[in-house]
């Protein structure tokens, strides 16, 4: 959607349009209020500022809508091809996704909730390395690094969705 025509929807509208980026309540409402932008990487920026008043609850709303890494999410939902999007490229292989499955279920068991990345850029070696690392955080730590990886993907997906 042009970005001029994103600027002139109604909030509830606009709301909708962008919540597939990310399912939390305060991110939509923060980037909807910040209108009108003059450009994209305006409402990027405005996205990148929301992620700070991010909760726990907030997070783990947000990672319901997110497949584990690895799988194909389901569904003809926006959120559901976005994922499917940005696991496209990683070069997943049934070696590597027998590798991320044992290391998605020591993941879950640790840190009580699916293991986030974006994975748009990255290769799955890169993918598998930094589920590795990230076993090795305390779950405060952790807690910080999901944030920021769910800020990137949310940022990435409004950028595909609005056009200058």
């Known amino acids: ?8 929807l109604s909030q509830a509208e606009a709301g909708q349009y962008i919540r597939p980026c990310v399912d939390i309540d305060i991110w939509v409402d923060a980037v909807v209020a910040g209108r009108p932008y003059d450009s994209i990487p305006a409402a990027v920026a405005a996205a990148n500022a929301a992620v700070a008043a991010w909760s726990a609850a907030d997070l783990e709303q947000a990672l319901a809508q997110h497949p584990r890494i690895g799988e194909q999410a389901a569904g003809a939902s926006q959120e559901a091809k976005f994922s499917r ?7 997943i292989n049934s070696v590597t996704a027998s590798q991320l499955l044992a290391g998605n279920r ?9 293991f986030l990345i974006r994975a748009a850029g990255r290769s799955a070696a890169e993918i598998l390395t930094e589920l590795q690392r990230r076993l090795t955080n305390t779950p405060e730590a952790e807690a910080a690094e999901v944030a920021e990886q769910l800020g990137q993907i949310a940022a990435l997906r409004l950028e595909g969705l609005l056009e200058p």
Do not use: D, H, I, K
Request: charged share 15%; no cysteine.
């Open 1 to 8: 959607m042009l970005l001029s025509l994103f600027n002139q």
């Open 85 to 91: 999007s940005e696991q496209q490229g990683t070069g």
């Open 106 to 114: 020591q993941y879950e068991e640790q840190f009580g909730r699916v």
